[in-house]
Every structure is written in structure tokens, then in C-alpha cells.
């Protein structure tokens, strides 16, 4: 018998293979994926001493994920525009 985890794991692999199939862009991975690396970067910035200003100016991790996913968040509404201007 399957737990209820390995269920709703199977699930989300169909859905995603689907998605790929079909062609659909899975969103929230994007926005996961550009949070990253927009995170990274912030992160590096800040260990750099290159940014002393904003959010990364005292650099609290929790705004700069903040800021991170704020940042992911308004790329991935300009792209979806774009996908839907196609």
C-alpha cells in the first residue's frame, strides 16, 4: 500500500511531466529558480561590500529573501505578459 506522501509525489511528477509535454511553463519553479538566483546574488553583493544602500544595507537574510522573492516575483508576471503577447 502507498502512504499518502509517495501518492501526492507520483501526482506531482505526472503533472509536471504533462507540463513539459505540453509545453507549459511551470511558474512557480521559475519564480523559485529566479528567486535563487537573484538571492545569490544579493548575498554576494552584500559579501562583496558592493551594496550599502536599500535592503542590503544591514544585510538581514530574511529581507534579503524577501526582496528576493519580490524581485522573482515581478520578472515571472513581465514574462508570463510576454507569453501571453505571443
Same mark, same amino acid.
Given at each position: 500500500?502507498?502512504?499518502?506522501? &509517495?501518492?501526492?509525489?507520483?501526482?506531482?511528477?505526472?503533472?509536471?511531466? =504533462? =507540463? #513539459?509535454?505540453?509545453?507549459?511553463?511551470?511558474?512557480?519553479? =521559475?519564480?523559485? &529558480?529566479?528567486? +535563487?538566483?537573484?538571492?545569490?546574488? #544579493?548575498?554576494?553583493?552584500?559579501? +562583496?561590500?558592493?551594496? @550599502?544602500?536599500?535592503?542590503?544595507?544591514?544585510?538581514?537574510?530574511?529581507? $534579503?529573501?524577501?526582496?528576493?522573492? &519580490?524581485?522573482?516575483?515581478? $520578472?515571472?508576471?513581465? $514574462?508570463?505578459?510576454?507569453? &501571453? @503577447?505571443?
Amino acid at each position: 500500500m502507498i502512504s499518502v506522501l &509517495e501518492k501526492q509525489y507520483m501526482e506531482t511528477v505526472i503533472r509536471m511531466g =504533462r =507540463r #513539459m509535454q505540453s509545453g507549459e511553463v511551470d511558474w512557480e519553479q =521559475r519564480r523559485y &529558480e529566479i528567486a +535563487k538566483n537573484v538571492m545569490a546574488a #544579493m548575498v554576494g553583493a552584500v559579501a +562583496k561590500g558592493a551594496v @550599502n544602500k536599500g535592503a542590503m544595507y544591514d544585510p538581514n537574510y530574511i529581507s $534579503l529573501a524577501k526582496t528576493s522573492v &519580490e524581485a522573482a516575483s515581478a $520578472l515571472v508576471t513581465e $514574462l508570463k505578459k510576454t507569453q &501571453e @503577447n505571443k
